[in-house]
């Protein structure tokens, strides 16, 4: 068995045992950094009623801790279900070098986790949505960007 076997493996068994234990939906990731893992994750929404405590968030959150920064280029993960929209973000934003995953998100649909919901509305023009999204102009003497910016010199 190959270390892709292995790590596929783990997630889809953190995957099962969160679900035996009522904790949370069917979904368990692992963060690999050279051939060794440094972070697990399970789906946690249902204990924490939290709908950002997906397993892929979760094993960020815990791979930035241990490794004390957000850039994880140098690590691999591994997911039990193929990354929904949220997660997949946070794979860029987190700037993963690769992305395994066991299950489809058609695999996940037919017992009604699907997220193609989500997909479809975001490949739909913003004003055609669901969620609207109005900017409102704050009358704020500071602008938080050029705070950060200045920050930064």
Not at 92 to 107: L, M, R
């Amino acid at each position: 068995m190959d270390s892709t076997d292995v790590f596929i493996k783990r997630a889809v068994e953190l995957a099962c045992t969160n679900t035996r234990e009522k904790k949370g939906k069917p979904f368990g990731a692992v963060i690999v950094k050279d051939g060794r893992i440094i972070a697990e994750g399970v789906n946690d929404v249902l204990e924490t009623h939290d709908p950002t405590a997906h397993a892929e968030i979760q094993a960020i959150r815990e791979a930035s801790r241990v490794l004390r920064q957000s850039d994880l280029s140098d690590c691999e993960l591994y997911a039990s279900g193929e990354p929904c929209p949220m997660c997949l973000s946070a794979v860029y934003w987190a700037k993963f070098k690769a992305v395994y995953y066991a299950y489809t998100e058609e695999e996940a649909s037919r017992i009604g986790m699907s997220t193609k919901f989500v997909y479809d509305q975001l490949a739909l023009a913003p004003e055609k949505r669901v969620v609207q999204l109005v900017r409102v102009e704050p009358d704020c003497p500071d602008h938080p960007y050029a705070v950060w910016k200045e920050s930064q010199a």
